[in-house]
């Protein structure tokens, strides 16, 4: 799951909305080469992660307690374009974290928006998504 078959859309510009190249932002964190320094750079990477798909990143960035079995991804949604509007902790010397967002998609043709401020903690040193609050 960690490769990304031909047909996936690995975009040029990262998702995560900073001002580089997939393969040079995010893309190292999904290939396992370097770890999120930040409870922001993990969200960043997980939206990236949503918009290309890749579900092994997202299951083991994610707090054991709250992670589902599989993540399920809706043929029909596009993670499209990402938003952080604040975050709370979540830096090097932290061990918990909230970070606020809005996440813009397209459903179906339509688009749309999703509000949350999650919460991260660190589990054994690494930066892990525990849960969010919509809205
Ligand atoms: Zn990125």
Redesign the pocket.
Known sequence: MAKHRKSDPIPED???G?P?P?DE??GRLHRGEVQAKTAEQLM??RF?AFAVQDEAYLLRSWDPQTRPADVGFDPGMRWETLDVIGSTGGGPFHTEGTVEFRAHYRAHGQPGSLHENSRFRRHDGAWVYLDGDIG
């Open positions: 990262c998702p995560c900073l580089a997939y932002c995010c960043r990477s990236s």
